[in-house]
């Protein structure tokens, strides 16, 4: 673990910046998958919701240290409809870690999901991924559910999830905690 | 370019491409459809990880393994050996394209589809050619994999018959290659055993030894298709348990011949998977490990024996606690036998291959409800008279039970999943339960009037009621439907709450108030059944002195208990004994561990995290969701849950004492249930895992016990030392909160207590 090089720049994603930084995100985040997402996914978070994803670069050559991508919609099968942030994708570079990179990048995003409006912000994490586990717990998040045999390894996961707001008493009859479960973290 | 009548084609490459110059790369043009899902299931061409077609330089497209090869006897027993590290993977959940079908001889044998015994094969009989006299070490890998895939088909049939949930806990998929579904078993069973004499006459020649780990391998395909076959009768357990009992013999000496063959790896490719109707790039072979497979079949083998058990119904509660033991046990049954358990259960609707609905509802009815009651009387059926009191009850019971079965055998049908699942089934039952009340109450009305009741002034008891005084309610009615629905839910409430400890949903800083909430469910539960109690006590009276009135020509109301009734009711207050004893450990339990923790977190002992983003308030929201939408018991307000896990007005001192006083009830309790017998405990066929849970919460007991005690130790010697109660610094202890599958059972995490040094 080496030490961090000096104050990182922490910058919003814009499309501006793909040909610079995409590849540089692939490399990153695949790192630690045992699958691949395939450019269109991460388009499809990037081209929608860049403003919700951060960068954390190294001052000197300004490469890429660490990333978080997200989403923010409303989420449908609520009455009446929550915002819901997603956190899709997060990764900093094993050799940075420990040094709260990660921690900052999803303060980053939580406050622009609260300024957007956010109701609740999800994701889902591996059952092994401590270090994951313990970084969103810090920071408020509660396991809602485990979801048996999420990942193609067999592994299961978490879903986590912070509230940001009360929850409406009147759509309690809802259960946000059983929707289907569908995408990448 | 494709043409055809009514449809006139366009050339639209140069308007395409004009149009996407004016785009920056990376710009997605999308319609409101276009989800994540379809953007995962994109894939980039020329990716090797996700182009099936894309080639390493130099690769060839298929495999060129020679399926003609001659093989030594010992590849043979090499190549089914990794066979059956690949069943048991495809067991496991992964799918067949990363385990069987990765087989080269497998694939022969499948592709062309093979509609006749003869077909299936993987050196393929020429048409019009005499057949020719073949290498025996070829008819003994085929036979097996004739028996291997058709049994592999029964296992996918059964799962996809059932409720299960594709790729979470199994994969269905077959790529549309065929399992061998149009070739019957027998002529695959005659394969095995030519095969099998094949290499007797031949033992000579490749040795006794390889002869017999030959033959053990093959009479396992034999005997695992029958069991399948037998398990479709649904009878007797015994006789349908012999084939599963023959493969547990084998299964040892198949192990211990295991180094007998020698692996063929070149017989096994991921290349396979590009010819299978799949987009998905080849995926690398799942290798479990040949001890782990072992491990896995010993399992699989002992869980088909046991799970037959279920076949004799003793009664309905019986046969719930056996499902919910035999599905709580670490590692769970494989798939493939959850399913079985289920067809067994709910096959055409009938019960266990047996029993109605009616029948097992009824028995549930009588057991907790309604002991000899005459609102369960069959006669009552085949009254035709519109007026008479009979007919409107049968009626208003078959509308009750047409309401509740579904939601009733839906508990059956959700134990049977995965842990997981459970748990977030009943998230979602509980909803369904509460309804089932209210619909139950309304006929509780209406039957209330046919039976002429009169209501009763029932005293809560003072133990159980929430106040304390045992104060008598106004007279009220028995309501029996609602009653056995409410039960349902408090119990599906608490089932909630422990899985929550059990799939380690919660941080150990909400520990302490979720055994709290745990504790004021099962005191609830007790104080319910207690009810329940009263009136069936009630009513018992009144059959004896002959003023069971209500309706009349009952012939069961003669005013004297018959050997008959006197066993109904005998049963039922047993199970209602039973019952308010679990729930009275539950709760006794809970309130030591809900102290406990308390006091650790009291000492910073068990530390929140900081969580500047969210507030206590918000994860309570967020936690008891599940238990919002429900009325009855509602739920506490976030400030008294927050008193109840913090307990303010009590001194650590005290709630120490509170902890150590619960930890000796629940022990006490815990002694009665241990020694309750098989029908006492309503554990008939199940008995032994059921008190292996009752000691494995008695020493859960003893655990609690002695952390409680550390932690009084290190707090009275804190107050000496510092002056009092209020002693300061931090308590010479450190403190572990285990893991579930490391406590003695998992819905109840004991924190581990240990002293530590303050001199050093
Ligand atoms: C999970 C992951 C993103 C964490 O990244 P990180 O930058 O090391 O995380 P942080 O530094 O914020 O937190 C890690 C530790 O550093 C500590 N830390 C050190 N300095 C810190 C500071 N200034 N501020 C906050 N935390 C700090 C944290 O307390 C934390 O300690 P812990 O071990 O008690 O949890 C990283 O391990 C990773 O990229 N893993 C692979 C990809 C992955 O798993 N992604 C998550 C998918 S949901």
Not at chain 1, 102 to 119: E, G, P, Q, Y
Not at chain 2, 319 to 345: D, E, G, M
Not at chain 2, 409 to 428: E, G, K, S
Request: hydrophobic fraction near 40%; include cysteine; charge should be negative.
């Amino acid at each position: 673990m080496a030490a961090l090089p000096g104050e990182l720049k922490y910058i919003q994603y814009e499309h501006s910046l793909e040909s610079v930084y995409l590849p540089a995100i692939r490399a990153l985040i695949s790192k630690d998958l045992s699958e691949p997402y395939s450019i269109y996914v991460y388009r499809y978070f990037l081209y929608q919701w860049g403003h919700l994803c951060y960068m954390a670069l190294n001052p000197s050559d300004s490469s890429l240290v660490g990333v978080i991508i997200c989403k923010l919609e409303a989420h449908a099968s609520h009455s009446p409809p929550t915002m819901r942030g997603y956190i899709a994708m997060l990764a900093v570079s094993a050799t940075y870690r420990g040094h709260g990179v990660a921690t900052a990048l999803v303060k980053k995003a939580i406050d622009a999901m609260t300024h957007r409006n956010a109701d609740e912000v999800v994701l889902e994490t591996e059952e092994t991924n401590i270090p994951a586990m313990r970084l969103y717990e810090r920071l408020g998040f509660l396991r809602s559910k485990k979801l048996h045999r999420y990942y193609l390894n067999g592994n299961s996961a978490y879903r986590l999830v912070l509230l940001l707001k009360q929850i409406d008493p009147d759509a309690a009859t809802d259960l946000s905690l059983d929707e289907v479960d569908t995408g990448p973290s | 370019m494709i043409s055809s009548a009514g449809i006139v084609a366009t050339d639209v490459t140069r308007r395409f491409a004009s149009a996407t110059a004016t785009l920056p790369p990376g710009a997605l043009i999308k319609d409101g459809y276009f989800t994540l899902f379809e953007s995962v299931g994109a894939l980039e061409i020329m990716d090797p990880k996700m182009d099936s077609g894309c080639l390493a330089p130099g690769e060839s497209l298929d495999e060129d393994y020679d399926v003609t090869r001659p093989l030594l006897p010992s590849e043979v027993l090499g190549i089914i050996d990794q066979l059956l590290c690949l069943e048991m993977a495809w067991h496991l959940g992964y799918p067949l394209s990363q385990t069987l079908f990765t087989n080269v001889y497998i694939e022969a044998m499948l592709n062309p589809y093979p509609t006749t015994i003869q077909e299936a094969d993987f050196i393929r009989p020429r048409s019009g050619e005499p057949k020719a006299p073949r290498d025996p070490m070829f008819s003994v890998l085929r036979a097996y994999c004739l028996g291997l895939l058709k049994a592999c088909w029964y296992v996918n049939e059964r799962i996809k018959f059932e409720h299960f949930y594709e790729e979470e806990d199994f994969v269905t998929n077959t790529y549309r290659r065929s399992l061998l579904d149009d070739i019957d078993r027998d002529e695959i069973r005659d394969e095995i055993m030519a095969a099998r004499t094949l290499v007797h006459n031949i033992r000579h020649e490749i040795s006794d030894d390889m002869a017999q780990a030959l033959g053990f391998r093959l009479e396992l395909r034999t005997a695992f298709l029958r069991a399948i076959e037998l398990s479709e009768l649904r009878s007797n357990p015994d006789s349908l348990s012999l084939p599963w009992v023959q493969m547990k013999a084998l299964w040892d000496p198949i192990y211990k011949s295991r180094h007998l063959g020698t692996p063929v790896p070149e017989a096994f490719s991921t290349k396979i998977q590009r010819k299978l109707a799949s987009t998905m790039p080849p995926r690398p072979i799942v290798q479990l490990s040949f001890e782990e497979t072992y491990g896995h079949f010993k399992k699989l083998f002992n869980d088909g024996i046991d799970v037959l058990k279920v076949l004799s119904y003793s009664d309905s509660q019986s046969l719930l606690n056996f499902v919910l033991a035999f599905q709580a046990q670490k590692p769970q049954p494989l798939v493939y036998i959850r399913t079985l358990l289920q067809n067994f259960l709910f096959k055409d609707m009938i019960i266990l291959g047996h029993l109605s609905i009616r029948h097992v509802i009824d028995d549930d009815l009588a057991i907790v409800v309604m002991p000899h009651s005459t609102l369960l009387d069959k006669s009552h059926d085949s009254v035709e008279l519109p007026h008479d009191p009979r007919f409107a009850i049968a009626h208003q019971m078959e509308l009750f039970r047409q309401r509740a079965a579904q939601s009733y055998l839906d508990i059956f049908r959700a134990l049977c999943q995965n842990r997981c699942r459970v748990r977030r089934t009943f998230c979602h039952s509980i909803q369904d339960w509460e309804t089932v009340q209210m619909d139950a109450e309304e006929i509780d009305q209406l039957l209330q009037i046919q039976l002429d009741e009169k209501p009763m002034a029932y005293k809560t008891s003072p133990m159980t009621s929430s106040d304390g005084t045992g104060a008598s309610d106004p007279p009220a009615y028995s309501l029996p439907l609602s009653s056995w629905a409410y039960l349902y839910k408090l119990k599906l409430m608490e089932w909630i709450v422990q899985l929550g400890f059990e799939l380690e949903t919660y941080h150990p800083d909400e520990l302490a108030g979720m055994y709290w909430y745990l504790s004021y469910l099962a005191k609830t539960r007790a104080q319910h059944v207690e009810r329940i109690k009263a009136f069936t006590m009630q009513r018992l009276n009144e059959v004896r002195v002959g003023t069971n009135g209500g309706v009349r020509n009952d012939n069961r109301s003669g005013g004297f208990l018959t050997p008959q009734a006197e066993a109904q009711f005998t049963r039922s207050l047993s199970y209602l004994r039973a019952t308010i004893l679990d729930a009275a450990v539950t709760w006794e339990l809970a309130d030591a561990l809900s102290y406990l923790y308390t006091v650790l977190q009291r000492e910073g002992l068990v530390a929140p995290p900081p969580r500047p983003y969210s507030t206590d308030e918000l994860r309570y929201d967020i936690r008891m969701k599940p238990f919002a939408p429900i009325g009855l018991p509602e739920l506490p307000a976030y400030e008294s849950f927050v008193r109840a896990a913090t307990q303010p007005e009590s001194g650590t001192a005290e709630l120490l004492e509170y902890a150590a006083r619960a930890v000796v009830g629940a022990r006490k309790g815990l002694e009665v249930l241990s020694k309750l017998s098989e029908k006492e405990a309503f554990a008939v066929g199940g008995y032994k895992r059921w008190s292996d849970g009752v000691k494995r919460c008695m020493r859960t007991g003893i655990d609690a016990g002695i952390s409680i005690e550390r932690v009084r130790a290190a707090f009275a010697a804190r107050a000496k030392a510092g002056g009092g109660e209020g002693g300061k610094g931090k308590l010479a202890l450190k403190v572990e909160v285990p893991k579930p599958e490391k406590a003695y059972h998992e819905w109840w995490i004991v924190p581990k207590v240990e002293v530590i040094d303050v001199e050093k």
